[in-house]
């Protein structure tokens, strides 16, 4: 089965910016819609930004348009979540996923349930301060 290792948390100041991997491994990939995922205690797991093939289109919630880029490289196997300009309220445990050999994404972030996406990583906490 496709494992997801997610990667480059850890703490900045509001403002800072930090660069998520998710590296896959048990078969590639490239053929599935990725997205990222966070979550904060006593709340649901929300979805943050989708990545599809072919085309590569992406779709962000839009508490993070604007700030975040989701990027892929088939290559490596590896999917990857830029965020800028940090900010407290981004303070949450970061999850990578795949949706198991579906190639498009559900075009909502924010609306994304979790069932639509088959494997997921361990998570990885990003913190940020005031």
């Known amino acids: 089965q496709l494992q997801l290792v997610e990667s480059g948390g850890g703490s900045v100041q509001t403002g800072g910016s930090l660069r998520l991997s998710c590296a896959g491994s048990g078969y590639t990939y490239s053929r599935d819609c990725l997205g990222w995922f966070r979550q904060v205690p006593g709340k649901e797991r929300e979805g943050l930004a989708f990545i599809n093939e072919i085309a590569r289109t992406a779709y962000y919630a839009d508490s993070v348009k604007g700030r975040f880029t989701i990027s892929r490289d088939n290559a490596k196997d590896t999917l990857y979540l830029q965020m800028n300009q940090l900010k407290p309220e981004d303070t949450a445990m970061y999850y990578c996923?795949?949706?198991?050999?579906?190639?498009?994404?559900?075009?909502?972030?924010?609306?994304?349930?979790?069932?639509?996406?088959?494997?997921w990583g361990q998570g990885i906490q990003v913190t940020v301060s005031s």
């Open positions: 996923a795949a949706r198991g050999g579906i190639w498009y994404c559900p075009a909502s972030p924010s609306n994304a349930r979790l069932a639509e996406f088959t494997y």
